[in-house]
């Protein structure tokens, strides 16, 4: 069930799945099935990711400076949240565009 269009060859050939692993500007993207380019979630998904990053490192920060009782859990589900938040926002959220990072062979 793929829904999201390639933007280079504009066949439907991603799914929240793929686009969600598909990354930020700075990563290298995943391949359209149909023309194999790689492609990657836009700048907006680039942005929300250094937003929400600082985010919980201050967050993370204000705890350790504010100890209570359930810190330790606290910590980590802000990590996980690290993690999961920003990928399932990329998944409905942004638009993909091409990759623009050039990895040497």
């Known amino acids: 069930m793929s829904i999201y ?9 991603f799914n929240p799945f793929t ?3 598909a990354g930020q500007l700075n990563s290298k993207g995943r391949p359209c ?3 194999g380019k ?4 836009g700048k907006g998904a680039t942005i929300f990711n250094a937003i929400f990053s600082v985010c919980v490192f201050a967050t993370v920060i204000y705890i350790y400076l504010h100890p209570t009782i ?3 859990p606290q910590v980590i589900g ?6 999961l938040v920003p990928r399932l926002v990329n998944a409905f959220f ?3 565009t091409e990759a623009i990072r050039i ?3």
């Open 78 to 83: 802000l990590i996980l949240a690290l993690f």
């Open 103 to 105: 990895d040497l062979p």
């Open 38 to 41: 790689r492609c990657v979630n």
């Open 70 to 72: 359930f810190e330790i």
């Open 94 to 96: 942004f638009r993909l």
């Open 5 to 13: 269009t390639c933007p280079h060859c504009g066949e439907k050939t």
């Open 19 to 21: 686009k969600a692993m």
């Open 33 to 35: 099935k149909k023309c």
